[in-house]
Structures are given as structure tokens and as C-alpha cells.
T-cell receptor
Framework: EDQVTQSPEALRLQEGESSSLNCSYT??????LFWYRQDPGKGPEFLFT???AGEEKEKERLKATLTKKESFLHITAPKPEDSATYLC??????????????FGQGTILTVHP | DSGVTQTPKHLITATGQRVTLRCSPR?????VYWYQQSLDQGLQFLIQ???????AKGNILERFSAQQFPDLHSELNLSSLELGDSALYFC?????????????FGDGTRLSIL
């Protein structure tokens, strides 16, 4: 069974204090790893897709990286507006759950001014 | 704004009742996905439709059903509701039927069963 585990469950940072969120996965036939941001009362907002080990994507203060077993979301000099729940999800090749995204439980990030 | 529209935003009903949740995908998207989000289970995949046809199924209860109409909007029907069905229900869409494409989510319907 495909599994996605995110750590830590919650992370509290001071503004400007850089850190990383982890997403480890156990799947057969990874087709894509996705990072989303979710604000309270809202749906997940798409951030990045990573397809193969060694790939990196950047957007403003966020940088996502991928290895064969895990992905990291690096947050550089975070601001209070970066506070949100960050979700990691994977899609796999074929099978009866073709379009399914399997999500981790998320990391709740709080950035204090 | 993701471009995915879900109605209603909130729904309060009683056990044993039946409700219908509606989703309009982003313009041009042919695939629609339904997910359930609860505090203990996180985001769980329910079902996918592509261009009107059921494409993939997750752990969707037999009391739940969905369909996608010719105009590509989708409806999720929940019947014989139980207290445990209280959750956020999200719809997502993507352009094609490809597993490596990101899905774009609406802001969900919050279902409360009293």
C-alpha cells in the first residue's frame, strides 16, 4: 500500500528563521510528487510537482527537492504569511486507483513576527 | 482562485438524510476528482471521473455515488448519512487523464451531520 509520511506534524518558526519540511514516501511506480499549501477554510493550493530524483523547483521563499525516498520543502527566511498547512501527495502508475493522489497528514507551519 | 467552484460551502443536515454536493471544474478540465478531509483521516481520495466516465475509485462508501454530466460539472451524492460522514468534501480538476498532472482544488463543502 502506498504510504506518505510528513514530519514534523507542526513547526513554529520566527520570521526569518529558515527550515525544512520532510515528506517520505513508500510507493511502487512514482509518477509525481506534489506539494500543496492549505489555509484554514480553503482548499489545497498547488505549489510544485516533482517527477524524478534530483529534481528541484523554486518559488519565492520555497524550494522543493526530491530523492528516491523523500522530498523536502525548504523555506528560506519565512514570513508570517507563509503560515499554513503544507501537504505532500504522490501519484503512482496505473492500477485501479489511476487518478488518485495519496496525501500525507501535513505539516502545520506557524511563523511568528 | 483555483477556478474550481463548489456549492454549497456549508451544509447542515440530520442523520439518515441525503445530500448532493456540486462541483464545476476549471474551464477546459476534463477530469474531476472527489476527496474527503477529516481530522483523523486527512485527505482521502473517493472517486475520479474523466469526460463523463468513471475512471478510478478509492475507498468510497456504497452510500456515496457520483456522476459527471455532459457540461463536465460533477455531483457527489451522499445518502443515509451518519455522524461519521461529517467532513470537508473537496473537488479537484485537471486537464486530462494523466497521473503526473497536478490537480487543482476548490474550497470545499463543509458537511455537518447533527
Amino acid at each position: 500500500e502506498d504510504q506518505v509520511t510528513q514530519s514534523p506534524e507542526a513547526l513554529r518558526l520566527q520570521e526569518g528563521e529558515s527550515s525544512s519540511l520532510n515528506c517520505s514516501y513508500t510507493v511502487s511506480g512514482l509518477r509525481g510528487l506534489f506539494w500543496y499549501r492549505q489555509d484554514p477554510g480553503k482548499g489545497p493550493e498547488f505549489l510544485f510537482t516533482l517527477y524524478s530524483a534530483g529534481e528541484e523547483k523554486e518559488k519565492e521563499r520555497l524550494k522543493a527537492t526530491l530523492t528516491k525516498k523523500e522530498s523536502f520543502l525548504h523555506i528560506t527566511a519565512p514570513k508570517p504569511e507563509d503560515s499554513a498547512t503544507y501537504l505532500c501527495a504522490v501519484s503512482v502508475a496505473g492500477g485501479t486507483s489511476y487518478g488518485k493522489l495519496t496525501f500525507g497528514q501535513g505539516t502545520i507551519l506557524t511563523v511568528h513576527p | 482562485d483555483s477556478g474550481v467552484t463548489q456549492t454549497p460551502k456549508h451544509l447542515i443536515t440530520a442523520t439518515g438524510q441525503r445530500v448532493t454536493l456540486r462541483c464545476s471544474p476549471r474551464s477546459g478540465d476534463l477530469s474531476v476528482y472527489w476527496y474527503q478531509q477529516s481530522l483523523d483521516q486527512g485527505l482521502q481520495f473517493l472517486i475520479q471521473y474523466y469526460n463523463g466516465e468513471e475512471r478510478a475509485k478509492g475507498n468510497i462508501l456504497e452510500r456515496f455515488s457520483a456522476q459527471q454530466f455532459p457540461d463536465l460539472h460533477s455531483e457527489l451524492n451522499l445518502s443515509s448519512l451518519e455522524l461519521g460522514d461529517s467532513a470537508l468534501y473537496f473537488c479537484a480538476s485537471s486537464p486530462r487523464d494523466m497521473v503526473n498532472q497536478p490537480q487543482h482544488f476548490g474550497d470545499g463543502t463543509r458537511l455537518s451531520i447533527l
